[in-house]
């Protein structure tokens, strides 16, 4: 007795190589067989740029947080003071710096003084936030020491004040002009507390690649912002800087002793978590809306194999009579739709990585085609679309679209397995 023939035999593709380039006159489907080809490419396209915008908005979001705001906020709680004000302020704070630092896993610990102003000039005013820190804190902010842009030089901190570029856009200003700082919270005098209005000179002008950043963050050399903020002898509280930022909740309670008694924190996850929890919300749900239409697309080579059979029926009997097992049969019309889930998906993954690779011209014809106006960074946050290749994503793409085209590909062939050869030619 001669042996089965094993599993995916070439005969057997070479006989769905056939089946896949018939023309429809002879019995084929090849335009089903294109537009099922088509269908999955574009459905793994738009899944696999999908997922790199995703990617990239949380890397570039998550990036401009960190790179320009303290990972953890340490502050006091309020108290009452001798004259019955509350107050959060740390007196001593140069002692509490040091604790901070000496907790491992922290890289840079800054005494901060904080407050909100209205920035003037003669071409427009704004609402700006105040930070007061030293010129070497400064230096180590990654986003404002080395930022997209820049004009002049963060070696002159100490002779003014470094703005954002959104706060010079508004008040008209650039390195070399002189803007007026206005704060409620002034001189006390006799009469009760005066406006405080004193002129700076703009030494630095940063862009940290976040609108909400560049459009109100405005940075005064410490000692500077203690006499301007009645702050003499006290910090507002610590911007403090670890190694690893996505584990910062393992450090709160060392930080919390470090602190002392009163002393408070409040995270980088802790201010931008809600954000990051409806993104990652988003990230799923879109997730499983291009994984039902990657679906869609499979079902296309269930439309063509079911007419491949149908049409192929004589053929299908001749080769059973001839001794062709119902395996045979089920593998060949298996092999036909599974290379089309195949060449479609390497398609669609060729056209996704190169989105994603070469968004920033691709966004920038569709910007121009539209007018302009397409990206709003008030809204976004960020300046332009930005997109990520993460080899997990594109990995998890490929399993999908293979997996649903093998699924609904083995229907089909099992019909056309199952196939009495008797009826397929009784009218033959």
């Known amino acids: 007795m001669a042996a089965s023939p094993a599993p995916f035999a070439p005969f057997e593709w070479m006989i769905a190589w056939r089946y896949l380039r018939a023309k429809r006159a002879e019995g084929g489907v090849s335009v089903m067989t294109w537009i099922s080809l088509i269908g999955i490419t574009l459905a793994v396209f738009a899944l696999i740029a999908t997922l790199a915008v995703r990617s990239g908005f949380r890397a570039e979001f998550v990036d401009t947080i960190l790179g320009a705001n303290a990972h953890v906020t340490v502050y006091n709680q309020q108290r009452v003071t001798e004259t019955g004000q ?3 302020t740390i007196p001593d704070y140069e002692r509490i ?7 491992p896993g922290v890289t840079r610990v800054a005494p901060l003084v904080k407050g909100q102003v209205m920035a003037t000039s003669s071409d427009g005013n704004a609402g700006v936030e ?4 030293s010129a070497a804190d400064l230096a180590t902010i990654p986003r404002i020491a080395d930022p997209e842009e820049a004009l002049g030089s963060i070696d002159d901190f100490e002779q003014g004040i470094a703005i954002g570029s959104g706060v010079a856009r508004l008040l008209g200003v650039t390195v070399g002009d002189r803007i007026r700082l206005i704060s409620p919270n002034g001189a006390r005098t006799a009469f009760g507390v005066s406006p405080r209005v004193k002129a700076y000179d703009v030494v630095y002008v940063f862009t940290a690649g976040r609108y909400d950043i560049d459009r109100t963050r405005v940075y005064m050399p410490f000692a500077e912002a203690q006499a301007y903020f009645n702050r003499e002898g006290v910090a507002d509280e610590f911007e403090v800087m670890v190694e690893a930022p996505e584990e910062v909740d393992a450090l709160t309670l060392d930080l919390l002793r ?18 990051l929890r409806a993104l990652e919300i988003e990230d799923n749900v879109m997730f499983i809306i291009l994984s039902i239409l990657v679906l869609i697309a499979a079902m296309n080579i269930v439309s063509g194999l079911i007419m491949l059979v149908k049409n192929k029926g004589r053929d299908i009997g001749i080769l ?3 001794g062709l097992t119902e395996g045979s049969v089920l593998r060949v019309f298996f092999i036909c739709g599974a290379f089309t889930g195949l060449i479609g998906t390497a398609a669609g993954v060729i056209l996704g990585c190169l989105f994603a690779i070469y968004i920033d011209p691709i966004f920038s014809f569709v910007n121009w085609a539209m007018g302009g106006g397409v990206w709003d960074p008030s809204i976004r946050g960020i300046y332009a679309l930005p997109a ?11 399993a999908l679209s293979l997996s649903l085209s093998f699924i609904v590909t083995i229907f089909p062939a099992r019909r056309a397995a199952r196939m009495n050869p008797v009826e397929a030619l009784r009218y033959e």
């Open 258 to 275: 470090a602190g002392g008694q009163s002393a408070l924190v409040w995270t980088w996850r802790d201010a931008s978590g809600g954000f």
């Open 388 to 398: 990520k290749l993460e080899l997990a994503d594109v990995l998890s793409a490929v």
């Open 86 to 88: 509350l107050t959060r």
């Open 97 to 103: 710096a040091a604790d901070l630092r000496a907790v």
């Open 320 to 322: 059973r009579t001839m």
């Open 130 to 133: 105040v930070f007061g820190i």
